[in-house]
C-alpha cells in the first residue's frame, strides 16, 4: 500500500548560489555527512549531486505528509544508495518517528526515490509504501 508521495523541482543554480555563499554552513545544516562526502567526490557535478540530495529531501518531507516542520528537519533525511547504486532515503529522529507514526502495525515501510538532473532543474520523485511483515513459520503459532 502507497503511504505517500511527494516530489520536488529545484533549480541547480540557486544551490550553486548557496554553496557560493554560506558553503559549509549551508552543507552542514541541510546534508548528513555521508551526502556532503558523494557531492565532495564529484567536483564537476557538486551543485547538482547536492539538488538532486535537497530535491529528495523535500519530496520526503512531503511523502512524510509534514514538510519540513512537527519535528522533521533536514539532517533527519539522508540519500543512500544500495550496493546496486538504486537511491533510497535513511530517515532518522523526527523524520524516523513520522515514519513510524504513519505505518500501519504489522507492515514494514519501504521509501523509494528516484533522482534525476538536466542542468538547470534538479527533480526528485518519492513513495513510501508499506507492505505486510514477513513472518516465520511457527513464530507466534
Known amino acids: 500500500m502507497i503511504l505517500g508521495i511527494g516530489s520536488d523541482i529545484i533549480d541547480i543554480r540557486r544551490i550553486e548560489k548557496a554553496l557560493e555563499r554560506f ?16 557531492a ?9 549531486t547536492y ?33 546496486s547504486g538504486q537511491p533510497t532515503m535513511l530517515l532518522t529522529n523526527g523524520a524516523a518517528t513520522r515514519l513510524a507514526k504513519i505505518t500501519p502495525p504489522g507492515h514494514t515501510a519501504y521509501i523509494h526515490v528516484t533522482l534525476t538532473d538536466d542542468y538547470p532543474l534538479a527533480v526528485s520523485f518519492v513513495i513510501i509504501s508499506a507492505e505486510l511483515t514477513p513472518t516465520e513459520p511457527g513464530v507466534g503459532s
Open 51 to 83: 539538488a538532486k540530495r535537497f530535491a529528495a529531501k523535500e519530496a520526503t518531507s512531503k511523502a512524510l505528509g509534514t514538510g519540513l516542520k512537527q519535528g522533521v528537519f533536514w539532517r533527519d533525511m539522508g540519500v543512500a544508495n544500495m550496493p
Open 40 to 48: 565532495e567526490r564529484r567536483p564537476e557535478q557538486r551543485a547538482a
Open 23 to 38: 558553503g559549509d554552513r549551508f552543507t552542514h545544516r541541510v546534508y548528513t555527512e555521508k551526502e556532503r562526502a558523494r
